[in-house]
Structure formats: C-alpha cells, structure tokens
C-alpha cells in the first residue's frame, strides 16, 4: 500500500514538472546569415528594408554576416552597425556596400572572384583582430573595384588585395592597423589616402602598383617592400609623390618638392616627395599638367572671341 503511495507521489511530481516543458513551443533559433537572393528577395532578417535595388538597415544588425547574391544593387547601413558579422560578394558586379559600421567581426567586407565594379565607400571599419582579420580583402582575380572614403582603424589588417589587380583605393583614413595596405596584385592605385600610425603602412609583395598623394604619418614601418619589385611612387614634377612623415631631406627652392628622393629601397624611391602635408581634397585625378593646357586653351579661345569681334566692328564702321 505505501509503495503504491509513493509510485503515485512520483508521478504527480513527473506531471507537474513534464506538463508545463511539454507546453513550451519550439524556438526557430535567427539566422547566422542574411541573404540578398538573385531574385531580389531578403532572407534572415527584418531589419533591412527594399526599395528598387537598394537595401537598406532599419536597425543594428548582431552576430549575422550578409551574403549578396544580387548584381547592380546597393546595401546602404544608414549608419548603423554590422557586429561581430562580415559582408561577403562573390562573382558579384556593380554592388555598392556603403554607411555602415563594422566592428568585432572576423572579417569585414570581402569581395572575391570574378567580382567587377563594385563599390566599398564611406564605411567605419574597426576591431577586425582575427588571424585573418582584414577589414576590406579584394581577393582571387575580383578586379576594377573601388575603395574609397572609408575609415579604417585598430584592425590586423586594414585593405588587402590578394591576387586582384586594377582596384582604386583613394582618400581613405587608415590608422592603427597592424597593416595598414597590404598588396599582393598589380596595376592597383593607392592615392590620396591618409596613412597613419600602422605598424607597416604599406606592404608590397608583387610590384607594379602606383602609390602617389598619400600621406604616411607616424608609421613604425612605412613601407615593407617583401620582393622588392618596383612600384611607381610619384606621378613627376611638378605634381609629385607622397608625404612622408620620417623624410629628412630639404626644399631649397620652396616649391613643397623635395630636393632629393624619397629612398625606400633599392629598386623603389619616391622622386618627388612633398615637403608638407597633402591637402587629399585638393589633389586632381587627372595630370597636374593638364591645368595649365586648359587654362592656355580658354585665354586663346578668349583672345580669337575677342579678336573676331574687333574685327567685325571694324568692317561695320568701313
């Protein structure tokens, strides 16, 4: 009698723990992963909202990574953050990833493979400190892709472009990186960007890349040349090269030239180091001596204007 006592006991006690965790509904755990699919449709999240091509957040995104599988669309952050998550394009053209904030993530923003004319502007990426921590990694044959007007801070790795070539890097702030730029392709431009306080601001594995107008401030090592193979560091007299902040050399004549190059090694120099600062803004695309074409052009097209005019005054009155 007390056994059937106790078994009842133990069952009461089994019911009114089993019956409410019977009644609890299964949780769906979120995503690791937002999609923007083919067909346009967004897949993982609900803080991103459509609008023709263009995807925009609606909030911070947390511990999810987005996969673009779209051409010619735009993800604009509208400057709220992506953490611990990294954006990755593959064999993509024409996407724009601009606005948003990247922090503590393994990776940042990688475009890789047969991937063309895309866009990587006016983000703020930093805290990328993984082994393989690059902020911004154009890799494996992407090309013609542009970088441009990011801030760049306190990651392993600030811009690296591996086995890519053709990729515009400009007016970027890249600052207290382990590695500020690192290349492993060819025929890259890195111009008017601001250099600062990496630990290598620069390091070149292949060569053939035109580094000019940047500035390199405060770095342990400004530049390591691993196969010191050539690159091109100034664009001639009188528009020059870059500012170096560890050049010991004078300015004579005063015209903000260097009057001596800027050794980097033996098969690498900067001909025409600037003396001061670059204003990035100020710098033009296009070549210093197309100014002074132009301007000539304009006086002598004025000059004709005028003369025709006198001319024809002239045979009025006769």
Same mark, same amino acid.
């Given at each position: 009698?007390?056994?059937?006592?106790?078994?009842?006991?133990?069952?009461?006690?089994?019911?009114?723990?089993?019956?409410?965790?019977?009644?609890?509904?299964?949780?769906?755990?979120?995503?690791?992963?937002?999609?923007?699919?083919?067909?346009?449709?967004?897949?993982?999240?609900?803080?991103?909202?459509?609008?023709?091509?263009?995807?925009?957040?609606?909030?911070?995104?947390?511990?999810?990574? =987005?996969? @673009?599988?779209?051409?010619?669309?735009?993800?604009? $952050?509208?400057?709220?953050?992506?953490?611990?998550?990294?954006?990755?394009?593959?064999?993509?053209?024409?996407?724009?990833?601009?606005?948003?904030?990247?922090?503590?993530?393994?990776?940042? @923003?990688?475009?890789?493979?047969?991937?063309?004319?895309?866009?990587?502007?006016?983000?703020?990426?930093?805290?990328?400190?993984?082994?393989?921590?690059?902020?911004?990694?154009?890799?494996?044959?992407?090309?013609?892709?542009? =970088?441009?007007?990011?801030?760049?801070?306190?990651?392993?790795?600030?811009?690296?472009?591996?086995?890519?070539?053709?990729?515009?890097?400009?007016?970027?702030?890249?600052?207290?990186?382990?590695?500020?730029?690192?290349?492993? $392709?060819?025929?890259?431009?890195?111009?008017?960007?601001?250099?600062?306080?990496?630990?290598?601001?620069?390091?070149?594995?292949?060569?053939?890349?035109? =580094?000019?107008?940047?500035?390199?401030?405060?770095?342990?090592?400004?530049?390591?040349?691993?196969?010191?193979?050539?690159?091109?560091?100034?664009? $001639?007299?009188?528009?020059?090269?870059?500012?170096?902040?560890?050049?010991?050399?004078?300015?004579?004549? $005063?015209?903000?030239?260097?009057?001596?190059?800027?050794?980097?090694?033996?098969?690498?120099?900067?001909?025409?180091?600037?003396?001061?600062? =670059?204003?990035?803004?100020?710098?033009?695309?296009?070549?210093?001596?197309?100014?002074?074409?132009?301007?000539?052009?304009?006086?002598?097209?004025?000059?004709?204007?005028?003369?025709?005019?006198?001319?024809?005054?002239?045979?009025?009155?006769?």
């Amino acid at each position: 009698m007390k056994s059937r006592k106790l078994i009842l006991v133990i069952l009461l006690v089994f019911s009114v723990i089993l019956v409410p965790i019977l009644q609890i509904e299964e949780v769906e755990p979120q995503s690791s992963t937002i999609y923007i699919r083919a067909d346009g449709t967004v897949e993982g999240t609900g803080t991103i909202q459509t609008e023709g091509n263009v995807y925009t957040f609606t909030d911070n995104v947390v511990n999810q990574s =987005i996969l @673009v599988e779209r051409d010619n669309v735009v993800v604009d $952050g509208a400057s709220y953050t992506l953490e611990g998550g990294h954006i990755w394009l593959e064999n993509r053209r024409n996407v724009t990833i601009k606005n948003i904030e990247i922090i503590r993530s393994d990776e940042g @923003v990688r475009i890789m493979g047969n991937s063309i004319n895309n866009s990587i502007i006016e983000n703020k990426i930093s805290e990328i400190k993984t082994s393989t921590g690059n902020a911004i990694w154009i890799y494996l044959g992407a090309s013609n892709n542009i =970088i441009s007007g990011n801030i760049i801070s306190n990651n392993s790795v600030g811009i690296k472009v591996d086995m890519s070539g053709s990729t515009t890097i400009s007016e970027n702030y890249i600052s207290s990186n382990g590695m500020g730029i690192w290349l492993s $392709g060819n025929q890259n431009r890195i111009v008017r960007n601001e250099i600062i306080n990496n630990e290598i601001g620069v390091r070149d594995f292949v060569g053939g890349n035109f =580094i000019q107008h940047n500035n390199f401030v405060n770095n342990s090592v400004t530049v390591h040349e691993s196969l010191l193979d050539r690159n091109v560091w100034d664009d $001639g007299y009188p528009s020059g090269g870059n500012f170096w902040s560890n050049y010991n050399g004078t300015d004579n004549n $005063g015209d903000g030239i260097g009057d001596t190059p800027y050794i980097i090694d033996e098969n690498n120099q900067d001909n025409y180091p600037f003396i001061n600062l =670059i204003d990035i803004e100020t710098i033009p695309e296009f070549p210093s001596w197309t100014i002074p074409v132009a301007g000539f052009s304009v006086a002598l097209v004025l000059s004709i204007i005028y003369r025709t005019r006198v001319q024809g005054k002239k045979n009025e009155e006769k």
